[in-house]
């Protein structure tokens, strides 16, 4: 029989184990895919860009695209304070078609009810290479990784003026960071 004080320490191991180990993180699924936020529009908004291209290739003709960004409110918190966005940032950018025809609308774009596409770009220095991941969500399903060799990691790492983030382009956060001197000049 065990001696009466090990009976009595028992739980106590028990909880300080329970306590001492790392707790799962809800954003992603044990085999390591991306769960898709389902609040992100109550998130931070950072900004909306409206038809961007990165190449000299002619826009589509007729239709115009918005994106909209939004970041996880405890990192924007972070992010004021210090200039960079912390370990557990998650992005996410909604692509939207634009519309003319609408109500007393006569001129100029507002945007559909259709999403085109969400992306999302996490920091986790845990899990990624460099720290941050890609992934292309699809309604509410565990997203993969984009792999690392994709266009985005390398488009984002040349020209992200943040963290490899395109904070230049968030009019708000971009003051923030330039007064925080973590800004690079891209
Ligand atoms: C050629 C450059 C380029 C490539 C390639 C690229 N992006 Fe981006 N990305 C941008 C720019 C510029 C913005 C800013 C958009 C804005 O201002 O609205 C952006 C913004 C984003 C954001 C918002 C958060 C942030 O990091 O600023 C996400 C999420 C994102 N991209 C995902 C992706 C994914 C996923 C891929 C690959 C499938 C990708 N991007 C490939 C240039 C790029």
């Known amino acids: 029989m065990p001696p009466a004080r090990m009976i009595y320490a028992l739980p106590l191991l028990l909880w300080l184990g ?10 992603f699924t044990p085999d390591g895919r ?3 936020p389902t609040d992100y529009r109550e998130w931070v908004f ?3 860009g409206l038809d961007m291209a990165y190449t000299d290739a002619p826009a589509a003709a007729g239709h115009k695209v918005f994106d909209n960004v939004f970041v996880d409110p405890a990192a924007w918190t972070a992010f004021k304070r210090t200039g960079h966005w912390p370990d557990g940032t998650v992005f996410i950018l909604e692509n939207r078609l634009g519309a003319t025809q609408g109500s007393i609308n006569r001129r100029g774009h507002f945007q559909s009810a259709e999403v085109l596409g969400v992306e999302a ?8 290479k460099g720290g941050w991941g890609f992934f292309a969500l699809s309604g509410e399903t565990p997203a ?3 792999p ?3 266009a985005c990691y390398a488009c984002h790492e040349a020209h992200g003026a943040v963290d490899t983030s395109f904070t230049q382009f968030y009019p708000v956060a ?3 960071a330039e007064k925080a001197g973590t800004l690079k000049d891209r």
């Open 34 to 36: 991306f769960r898709p």
């Open 121 to 128: 770009h996490v920091r986790d220095d845990a899990r990624f």
């Open 174 to 176: 971009r003051g923030i």
């Open 46 to 48: 950072l900004s909306s």
């Open 148 to 150: 690392y060799g994709a």
């Open 18 to 27: 329970a306590a001492a180990a790392p707790a799962p993180d809800a954003r």
């Open 144 to 146: 993969e990784q984009i």
